[in-house]
């Protein structure tokens, strides 16, 4: 499977973003997500996961209550919902997926390219 992020760009900070990951040549179906991010100089970190039915979501502590990870299998479609952004949300965000549900970068094998988030006045 392969996938594609999208909806990145430059947002002032209190705003909000939605940023998607589409997957092609596969399906996502029955697969977790998850979103990691990385700030310049700094290392990937976790910002949210979901199971392959959505039941199940973590995020991190510095993203719980504004940010919301979704996802739509018809459309073979995850999203990354981002309200009341922070400068520090500054980073490249990336989706990944796997079969199992994991918070760690190192257990997924599939990525996207990459979209960049700039939250900034």
């Known amino acids: 499977v392969q996938l594609q992020a999208s909806g990145g760009g430059l947002v002032q900070p209190g705003g909000s973003l939605r940023v998607s990951c589409a997957a092609s040549?596969?399906?996502?179906?029955?697969?977790?997500v998850a979103w990691f991010r990385q700030a310049p100089g700094k290392e990937r970190e976790i910002v949210a996961a979901i199971n392959w039915s959505g039941g199940s979501t973590y995020y991190a502590d510095s993203v719980k209550g504004r940010f919301t990870a979704s996802r739509d299998n018809a459309k073979n479609t995850v999203y990354l919902q981002m309200n009341r952004l922070k400068p520090e949300d500054t980073a490249v965000y990336y989706c990944?997926?796997?079969?199992?549900?994991?918070?760690?970068?190192?257990?997924?094998?599939?990525w996207g390219q990459g979209t960049l988030v700039t939250v900034s006045s």
């Open positions: 990944a997926t796997d079969q199992f549900f994991s918070i760690k970068w190192e257990e997924y094998d599939y």
């Open positions: 040549g596969g399906t996502l179906s029955g697969l977790s």
